[in-house]
């Protein structure tokens, strides 16, 4: 540890990553008491009957998750190197969720409410954008601040008394592959609650749907892969690497074919049929954005598999170390 102490930096980082994940978890609790007290039947549009269910679930992940904030926030006061790693790790993933949900705020369509209404689409978008940006700033200063050199000492362990060898670095995981690993692991992880919300669960691959048991054996299958990869490649497992990006190549390929599969528009009416979505202008807005969301897939997949290319030196070195220093 740095002989002079946490510096203040670090200081308002702890305390504002323990102030938001309280304001985190009264949000989740605030929603789920609401959605508790919601009546059903009453609502205009009918909402669909997963909705409720699925709402609940998600505030119960994004609680766990606020949860595990705290005690990250607590490590980094107490200059704690594993919660500096996974600040940056949930730093690097904030940025990327509030920077898409801010392009989206900003570039994306946004259906017109049905009849009047008190509040216009440019307020929306206001409203959008300051409730990601802020998120999307402070993971950015995250990002950058726990990158320092000089706060990157402050989390070194005391220095080795005289005549004692310096202890070698632990190697760990290149850090854009640690945020692409736990994104993974938040993304595969909630999707273990899916069959709790009675969402309809299907997977289109190469055009095809399946549905039903098959489908929900397909979606649990990739979800497994994606996990396991996601901590493999945490703990430097070399297998690991060759799991994700296959991953990736494969539902990019089969992303592709289905964008540009004649029965891509039959599909999509298909599981929106099963979702129960109100009919109108929101089930109509909710259709005609699916088109987009599969391009702007396509084209998080292309980065995220330029990001596991560039790093592969890197993270194959890493693992080399660790196979070392076990050997040692």
């Known amino acids: 540890m740095n002989p002079s102490g946490r510096s203040n930096s670090v200081v308002a980082a702890g305390v504002i990553g323990i102030l938001a994940s309280l304001l985190a978890i009264l949000i989740a609790v605030a929603v789920i008491v609401g959605l508790s007290m919601m009546p059903p ?3 205009a549009p009918a909402i669909p009957a997963f909705a409720k269910s699925m709402g609940v679930a998600m505030m119960v992940v994004f609680a766990g998750l606020a949860i595990f904030g705290i005690f990250t926030s607590v490590g980094v006061l107490h200059l704690k190197n594993w919660a500096r ?13 509030c920077g898409l949900a801010l392009a989206f705020a900003a570039f994306g369509p946004i259906q017109e409410p049905p ?3 008190p509040i216009s689409l440019l307020y929306v978008r206001i409203l959008i954008s300051v409730a990601y940006g802020i998120p ?3 993971g950015t200063w995250w990002l950058w601040l726990f990158n320092q050199p000089r706060v990157k000492e402050q989390f070194l362990p005391a220095p080795a008394g005289e005549g004692q060898p310096p202890a070698a670095p632990l190697p760990r995981c290149p850090l854009p592959l640690a945020i692409l690993a736990g994104f993974s692991i938040f993304s595969a992880g909630f999707s273990l609650l899916l069959p709790l919300t009675n969402f309809p669960i299907n997977v289109i691959l190469f055009g095809y749907r399946f549905h039903g048991p098959l489908g929900v054996t397909l979606f ?8 396991v990869g996601a901590v493999g490649m945490l703990r430097l497992k070399r297998w690991s690497y060759p799991l994700i990006l296959g991953q990736y190549f494969f539902w990019m390929a089969s992303g592709t074919v289905t964008l540009v599969s004649p029965s891509y528009e039959r599909n999509m009416q298909e599981m929106m049929s ?11 807005a909710a259709f005609a954005q699916t088109r987009v969301f599969g391009i702007l897939s396509l084209i998080t997949g292309v980065l995220l598999i330029w990001l596991l290319l560039y790093f592969h030196n890197h993270f194959i070195q890493a693992c080399a170390a660790k ?3 076990r050997n040692t």
């Open 115 to 117: 009849g009047p209404s």
């Open 220 to 227: 649990f299958l990739s979800a497994g892969i994606f996990l």
């Open 41 to 43: 039947g009453n609502a």
């Open 85 to 97: 790693i996974s600040i940056l790790i949930w730093g690097g993933v904030m940025a990327v969720f």
């Open 323 to 325: 196979e070392a220093q």
């Open 274 to 284: 099963q979702m129960s979505l109100p009919e109108g202008p929101v089930g109509q």
């Open 136 to 138: 999307f700033l402070i």
